[in-house]
């Protein structure tokens, strides 16, 4: 999909139907009023294929009127200027009269210009694009052909306010279906196939009538509101069922996830029987995480030792050949793996387990240490086979095959291996070319370490030959990269600046604290009511960790972190002297993001001030509420700043609309007003995270030009 010229009124929407290196067929349709941009992104965007292979079915924006100012002359029409009743006059294009500045909302960061996604329909063999019913006022996402092709299922979101949903995983959503009835036949055998190859291409796509009558939609989860929130719905091979994600109803941004199964009944056109297979897991049961023949639980189905639950959003389970098995990738502690579930047993098994080397974590520094697992995600699922990409924070993806998971689930292949065993040279200069990065992955170890007290644990990565303080004996000068969130995680994937890091000496440590996920949901909710507390304490427990078991350099100390990484950056910042912070687009002062920030509920929700099945609250803010939030910024310890003197480097993207650039411009100058030393970048028309490649370039190489130059490196 793509699209032609730069006025709105005059863009070309152009849609390729490919078979191998041939064009078959193409459709292309102009701004009519009708349709908007398409949208393929992980919120909402998504395409399927019909099962003849012959339609697809889309989410694009559904398109408004222009708007027109309501007093502008031409708008003003007086009786002789309107057409008789029964003249034949052509119908004006409707107008938005009046509507120029009414302000409508969008569903925030990464999604500005987006207010009414909605389902379309491409018949390539007719050359048309039709939209589809669906309920008025709802945004709709993840569509799926039915097993016969006559109808679409759907998730619907619907609010009275729209709230950013982008890596929200909590929203609540609904499934809902469609009829497609075939023109002239409901026959889906009697659909012509598409075109041959080297055929003309099918008419231009215009406005035509929609596929379906209005209002011809229905709930199609019975029963109806039985769920709090339904995401990434996946028929199996034999059309009998459905398999999706959920979620408790629960308002923080993301945590522990359901894994549903439920019938399809051509009947009723409805997913019914919804039987849950994995539920929450409160708290993962003790164990070697990294054994694969776990014993059973008892009174329970075999489940891999140390089993926190599925918290992937964005990855779809998928049946396998068999209509029994799916597969699953989940975050599990501070790696990924691909997880086989049987949905009539509820068994699973850790298959990425077998992807592990054997010698991969020896020789660990601390007996507090473990191996670290790398970590996987599923790229693609064909039939039994399966693809992933497999990476450590030292060392780039690399593609691996299981040729069928069903029959054959420890046997994994790796594509293009083309690694060999390299060793620095004595000078320790890398050579150039791509040897660099093997020589930074063969030269440097990362292994994780679990806090005594808790279950949470820190990735650690350190350089084989670290740069010697001024005595020549000082261990490796240390980055703490605490992630975002505050309910996300860091896995043990590859790291462009961790790499960088390594090469120069500096070792990395990347914090799981309290709210991270993989760590069973009463971790995830363990920060409720304690932001700005108990993760600070917890990043600072690391360091004192590392520092005490002689791994870091304790005088060499540097923060990177973003979004919340940068709430925790700041903080640490204030309170410690370090040799460096580097914020990108840090929440800093939450009293002030609440009324601006996409998200607002998510302040609430962290500083305790709302229950967390509370959908409303956040709309009126009170005193308390605002205070609780001021104690809970680094704002509240600007003062502190002026002692621990730390150099700063701040990093905004200028259109963000969850963290505002505001909150980074007021640390900014808060800091210069205090005489410290700080410099901010300012990346024009990037959100909160960097979509530019050259912004994010910059981001990467102003990161580390600061952090070593500031290391003494």
Known sequence: MGAKGTDASQTIWQIELWNRSSRVAVVTRKHTGVYGESLLSQSFGGFAWHPLENRIVYVAEADKPDPEDSWNPSNLRDEE??????????????????????????????????????????????GVVEPVSTPKGTTCGHPQFCPDGLGVIYVGWKFDRKLGVHAYTTRPSALYYTPLPLRGSSDPKANPDPKPEGSVDPPSGQASAPATA??????????????????????DPTGRQVVFMASPRILLHSCCLQLYVARWSPEQRAVVEPRLVVDVVDRPTE???????????????????????????YAAARFLSDGIHV???????????????NTETGAISDIGAHLESASEGKDIPTALGTPARSNLNLLCVDGNTLVVSKSTVNSPPSLHVCPDALAEPNHWMRLADHCVAVTLPPDGAPPPGRDVQRLIAANSQVFTVRLPGTIGEAIVALPARPHRGADGKSPPPLVLMPHGGPHGSSTNAYSALASALLAFGIAVAYPNYPGSLGFGQDYVKAIVGKAGRIDVDFVLATLELLVSEG?????????????????LGAHLSAIKSLSAAVLFNPVVHLPSMVAVSDIPDWCF??????????????????EEDLVAMMRASPYAHIARAAESRTPTLILLGADDLRV??????????????LGIPVRLRHYPGQGHPIASANCSMDVQFESLLFLTSRLCV
């Open 214 to 235: 209005a209002d011809s939609w229905r709930p199609a989860l019975l029963p109806e509101g039985s769920l709090w929130n339904v995401v990434r719905p996946r028929f």
């Open 287 to 313: 164990g070697d995480r990294h054994d694969q023949d776990a014993p059973a639980p008892a009174g329970g189905p075999p489940r891999p030792p140390g089993f926190a639950g599925l918290y992937d959003f």
């Open 81 to 126: 200027s309107t057409p008789a009743a029964g003249s034949s006059a052509a119908e004006p294009p409707p107008k938005d009269v009046g509507g120029s500045y009414i302000m409508r909302e969008s569903w925030g960061e990464g999604m500005p210009t987006v207010q009414q996604p909605a389902l379309f329909q491409v018949d390539f063999s007719r």
């Open 605 to 622: 929700a962290e500083c305790g001030r709302c229950p967390l099945d509370e959908f409303s609250r956040f709309a009126v803010h009170t």
């Open 327 to 341: 597969v699953n990738c989940s975050i599990q502690r501070s790696f990924k793996t691909v997880y086989l579930i």
């Open 551 to 567: 791994l870091v350099d304790a005088q060499r100390v540097a923060v990177w972190g973003a979004s919340h990484g940068g709430f």
């Open 660 to 673: 505002p650039p505001s909150q980074g411009k007021l640390w900014y100058h808060s800091l210069g007003q």
